[in-house]
């Protein structure tokens, strides 16, 4: 079986996000299980290069009344034999990928184009792929453009929501300039009748089976608390629509101690960030942290900016490491800079290495997230033995249970994060928070159970469609 992911990032190549990690882990895993997989990205500059690159070819994409060269490169994924082809074009790509998103053309234009690029790809490489893995918005009209190309002989498609409140949402005209004339897609022309296009729309309701990142979320969506209009386009797919839990590549997440010497590797690395972070030092303070996208409709920032002052006034320490909406970025500089406290770190940046001495050195982890699809940054803490504070929903609900190798709280609420809170204060340097760390540092979210799942669900789509 030929698989061909194609996304708007790929870890370590491109990553902005969530989406980049699964990109570049998920294949590693399906090549294991004898699934032959490619990815196709755009060539952003801030693509890191460290393997082997060539050029292959160039190829001739039409958009827009226009024909573009686009050069595809190819490399392999960091320790792997899975081929990523990343897409050139100066006109297009040139300035995505900066600042989420950037562009001096709307983002909705830069994807439609790869979108028409993964088509002429497709073609170009004799359309030898069984099916195409979308994922999100980016590629939502991927199948529209392979049934005009290839038409009964297009492969199968594959959409996948990482997460359904970024929809790309454009100019009606991105449509006209794909080469999608009036009268060829229903969908496109019922979409386009209020002057715009709904990208992550095209894909829900053109692809031929749709997932969701864990179980949860695949329900989730299934309501209008959780996706508003989309409930109903969901419903109608529901018979096609199926959720699976993503899983983290262990081996970007090196650990320095395990289940047998937890104890000391993590007062060590506590030590050292809080020399590095310039807080009070003490192995015995228990140290929370929150390192995300600073995004407010998504991961709880208010009920989390309302606990912090709690946390250091019990006698322990707080870290965030994030960077997103500037009003947010504000109101959290500003809790250090009122108090001067030194019990508490803000650092409003992306850091990737910044990122995994937190988790090393972090007993806790707090995922108040509003929603969320599936997270990853709960798996990668109890990987390090960070006990994860979660909101029950989502993927967080699908990977953490409450008082074994976590904390889980039901209502989205300052009270009732403070409560686990609480709780996992009242359990530190007892025997029962122990035992959760080994729990947690024990339970394997490694890709091996997941690909098996998408492994099935590859094989179910081709006996369907
Ligand atoms: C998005 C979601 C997040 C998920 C990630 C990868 O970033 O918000 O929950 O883990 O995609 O699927």
């Given amino acids: 079986m030929k698989v061909l992911l194609a996304a708007s990032e790929v870890a370590p190549i491109i990553k902005l996000g969530g989406l980049g990690d699964v990109v570049g882990s998920l294949p590693k895993a399906l090549q294991k299980l ?41 490399t392999k994924l960091p320790q792997s034999d899975v081929d990523v082809f990343l897409l050139k074009n100066d006109k297009f790509f040139s300035k995505g990928g900066l600042h989420a998103f950037a562009n001096n053309i709307s983002e909705t234009q830069m994807f439609s184009f790869f979108s028409r690029s993964v088509v002429e790809f497709v073609k170009t490489e ?12 980016h590629t939502g009209l991927v199948t529209h453009l392979l049934t005009d190309e290839l038409g009964t002989e297009r492969p199968a498609t594959l959409f996948t929501i990482h997460n359904l409140m970024y929809q790309g949402v454009g100019d009606a005209g991105v449509a006209v300039d794909v080469g999608i004339v009036p009268g060829m897609h229903k969908i496109v022309d019922w979409d386009i009748e209020d002057g715009d296009i709904n990208l992550m729309q095209q894909g829900i309701t053109s692809s031929d089976f749709i997932n969701a990142v864990s179980p949860s979320y695949a329900k989730e969506i299934l309501t209008i608390e959780f996706a508003g209009e989309f409930s109903d386009l969901l419903i109608a797919r529901e018979g096609r629509l199926s ?9 970007a997440f090196p650990r320095y101690y395990d289940v047998s010497n937890w104890d000391s590797g993590k007062a060590s690395a506590k030590k050292k960030l809080q020399e590095k972070l310039c807080l009070n030092i003490g192995k015995d303070k228990p140290l929370f942290s929150f390192i995300s996208r600073l995004d407010p409709n998504q991961k709880g920032l208010d009920i989390l900016h309302a606990v912090i ?43 990737n290495d910044l990122a995994n001495e937190i988790y090393a050195a972090s007993d806790f982890l707090l995922v108040p997230s509003r929603y969320e699809p599936c997270g990853l940054i709960q798996m990668i803490g109890m990987r390090y033995g960070a006990l994860p504070i979660v909101h ?18 039901d209502a989205y609420s300052a009270e009732s994060l403070l409560q686990a809170v609480s709780r996992g204060l009242n359990l530190y340097g007892k025997q029962e928070h122990s035992i959760m760390v080994q729990n947690a540092m024990k339970a394997d979210f490694s890709w091996n159970t997941s690909a098996k799942e998408y492994k099935k669900l590859y094989e179910r789509i081709l006996e369907t469609v």
């Fill in 309 to 351: 002052p709690e946390i250091y006034s019990k006698g322990g320490q707080f870290v965030l490491l994030g960077t997103g909406d500037k009003v947010w970025e504000q109101k959290f500089s500003d809790l250090v800079n009122e108090t001067n406290n030194k019990d508490l770190h803000i650092k409003i940046a992306f850091d």
């Fill in 243 to 251: 959720g699976i839990l993503n899983g983290i590549d262990s081996n």
């Fill in 392 to 409: 029950n929903v989502g993927g967080l609900k699908d990977s953490v249970s409450d008082g074994v190798n976590g904390y889980v709280f």
């Fill in 34 to 74: 004898d699934v032959n997989t490619d990815v196709i990205v755009p060539f952003f500059p801030i693509a890191k290069i460290n393997e082997h690159i060539h050029k292959c070819f160039t190829m001739l994409v039409p958009f827009s009344g226009e024909t573009y060269e686009v050069e595809v490169y190819n």
């Fill in 126 to 137: 004799f359309n030898t792929y069984d099916i195409v893995h979308c994922n999100d918005w």
